[in-house]
């Protein structure tokens, strides 16, 4: 995305953001109809479809309630999104809760441990012509989406900004409020535990 | 390398690091041709490469959820109704706070009250006394 862009977009944001501290409260539909799928993205990957939309509205009334705490100098889309994946994380720690089960421990046996339907991860189609090409990528497939689903909350938001949302490392970092190292080495560690899980499939 | 054999060589390192920076989208071209040219001879590290190929393309072709189209508008709806919630709650707090304030008011006038009569029973105890010793010393 080039610079001037994500300049416009933060004025943009920041224009928005003001007009709502001002009282404008369609200023800050305009914010939420804009990062809107971002928002439930992130909420349906981690906590999945059903309860995606609780988190993901959730997400936005917490940002609405603490817009006064917001710093313009912080992307806007940064700030937001580390209220959603803390609006998401909090929810995963209730589900959590409730079973007596450590989200760390909801690894990567394939069994949809976290109660979320294989659904919300559809697998990608088929792009060969290869019948049994075809088979090993879909198995493939639905071994890395059962994997990332087993992941610990943190390696799993890592994977959904950077390779879903775009992210770099850096904005991951402001997101998540960790250096930028830890964020990458989170990343690392994610990737290595998604590559274990497609042993004896490849 | 990483699964199975338990000596890596210095390739076998460097390799396993340019798979990792694969993962993150930035190995140049100098490193993944060395890397091309290491899977070739290394049959463990050919096997992380292609898992950490299957990973990455496999994240990055998940479809992105969008939200759905009424969800600005609920979104909307339920941040009035919390706003409605609290100033309920304000309200609320209002009428204890009014209420409070009404004992608080009430005491004060009854502490004024019982003091200002013990002052009364002083000053007429104390006449009533200079009064009984006048007599005394007059008779």
Known sequence: MPNSRLSRDAREDARLVRECLGGDDGAFEALVLKYQDQVFNVACRMVGDSEAMDVAQEAFIKAYQGLETYKPGMPFRAWLLRIGTNAAIDSLRRRSRGRDVPSEMMVSAGNGADGTTAAAFDPPGPDTDNPEAVSVSNETARVVHHALKGLPDNYRVVMVLHHMEGLSYSEIARVMGVPRNTAKTWGHRARGLLCEALEGVM | ?139
């Not at chain 2, 340019?18 to 060395?34: N, Y």
């Not at chain 2, 502490?111 to 006048?134: M, N, P, Y």
Request: hydrophobic letters at 45%; glycine letters at 8%; a negative charge.
């Open chain 2, 1 to 139: 390398m990483r699964y199975g054999r338990e000596e890596k060589t210095g390739e076998c390192i460097r390799a396993e690091n340019a798979i990792e920076d694969l993962g993150d989208g930035r190995v140049g071209r100098v490193r993944w041709m060395f890397l091309r040219r290491h899977v070739k001879d290394c049959p463990e590290c050919g096997t992380y490469l292609e898992r950490m190929s299957a990973v990455v393309e496999t994240l990055s072709q998940m479809e992105r959820v969008s939200a759905p189209d009424d969800f600005a508008a609920l979104v909307m709806a339920r941040l009035v109704q919390s706003l409605l919630g609290s100033e309920r709650i304000e309200a609320r707090e209002g009428e204890r706070g009014s209420r409070n304030l009404v004992w608080v008011a009430a005491a004060g006038a009854g502490v004024a009250i019982a003091v200002a009569l013990a002052i009364v029973r002083w000053v007429l105890g104390r006449e009533h006394a200079e009064e009984i010793a006048a007599v005394a010393s007059s008779a």
